[in-house]
């Protein structure tokens, strides 16, 4: 029995629009997370040349301001501004430059990843033969976007090309010439705009809204993909962030569905939330949590040095990559991250 039969999470599901769910931490966090600078000078000489082309100079300035420290404290200035705001302002300098690639979701490396039943069957089915998993391997995610059209509601609304690449690789595995087990690609044309209203003490930050494609890039027995239109919606209070997540699943003809199933493993929608605590980020996201045929992951990032973060990641479920959708998985991962949630 999954560990998500005996979870229950009133969050929403994270994901995020630049490392993942899209809220920043509280000024501690901030601190190790994000460029830190001691003048106003100092920001505007670094960034004036990456910000976007129409951005003037009292919006950079105002992006600048939120990554300003205060010599005697060494933290960042407080600021009258939301834990996703922190974010959203370094963004905004860098998102229009094309020799800038902006952080999407996560991007991590866990050199040791642990999986408790590898899922040999569908390799052994497409060669005839055993074949030996490693439990140990390397679990990875590289997630980018690049800006490619900006207020497109009057004076807010971006869209982004973006691009997922999640790998788990049995780098350790000699006996079989250490190949990637699997890797999803998920490419996905993505709307984004930014919101102030408030639900129960909450404020709605940022609603998204994309084209999504997402495949292991193979054949036969197996390939598996599928594409959906997929929502997002992300909150914040305090150090809290939570997103709730529901998609489309585009139907396609029988002959062409490989995994015609995979909605009740995946569902319909994601649930979520992460906290900041000290500069510590605790996460949850789960799928079908009231279901015995979900999944639930439990991620912890911690400080190591400015630019990089440990990171703890359980999973307990289905659907730990596409060729597991259908099969019940148990994994423990360490590592570290290099954009985190926020």
Same mark, same amino acid.
């Given at each position: 029995m999954v560990l998500q039969k005996h979870f229950w999470v009133a969050s929403f599901a994270l994901v995020a629009s630049g490392g993942a769910m899209g809220a920043a931490p509280d000024a501690q966090a901030n601190k190790t997370l994000m460029p830190r600078y001691q003048s106003m000078e100092a920001c505007l000489k670094e960034n004036v040349l990456r910000a976007a082309p129409d951005m003037t100079i009292a919006q950079l300035r105002q992006s600048c301001q939120a990554l300003l420290v205060d010599t005697t404290t060494n933290t960042l200035h407080e600021q009258d501004i939301g834990v996703l705001d922190t974010r959203l302002r370094v963004e905004s300098i860098s998102s229009a430059n094309r020799f800038v690639l902006t952080p999407h979701n996560r991007n991590y490396i866990l050199p040791a990843s642990y999986t408790r039943?590898?899922?040999?069957?569908? +390799?052994?089915?497409?060669q005839g033969k055993p074949?030996?998993?490693?439990?140990?391997?390397?679990? +990875?995610?590289?997630s980018l976007k690049v800006l490619i059209a900006q207020d497109l509601l009057h004076d807010n609304g971006n869209l982004y090309i973006a691009y997922t690449n999640h790998s788990f690789w049995q780098a350790y595995n000699a006996d079989i010439s250490r190949p990637f087990?699997?890797?999803?690609?998920?490419p996905e044309l993505l709307f984004s705009a930014t919101s102030d209203w408030e639900f129960l003490g909450f404020r709605n930050v940022v609603n998204q809204i994309g084209l999504v494609h997402q495949s292991n890039g193979q054949s036969g027995t197996l390939s598996r993909s599928w594409n959906r239109i997929r929502a997002r919606s992300i909150f914040e209070r305090g150090n809290l962030a939570l997103a709730f997540s529901p998609w489309y699943r585009l139907p396609e003809d029988a002959e062409d569905d490989d995994n015609p199933d995979i909605e009740e493993y995946l569902g319909h929608y994601e649930l979520g939330g992460a906290y900041s605590y000290k500069n510590h980020i605790f996460d949850v996201i789960t799928r079908r949590p009231f279901s015995n045929k979900g999944s639930v992951e439990l991620g912890w990032s911690f400080p190591i040095r400015p630019t990089v973060r440990g990171y703890l990641k359980y999973f307990n479920g289905y659907g730990a990559s596409l060729i597991d959708y259908n099969v019940e998985t148990e994994s423990l991962g360490l590592g570290v991250v290099f954009s985190d949630l926020f």
């Open positions: 039943h590898p899922n040999a069957a569908p +390799f052994e089915e497409a074949i030996d998993l490693q439990n140990t391997e390397i679990d +990875f995610q590289i087990r699997e890797t999803n690609h998920e």
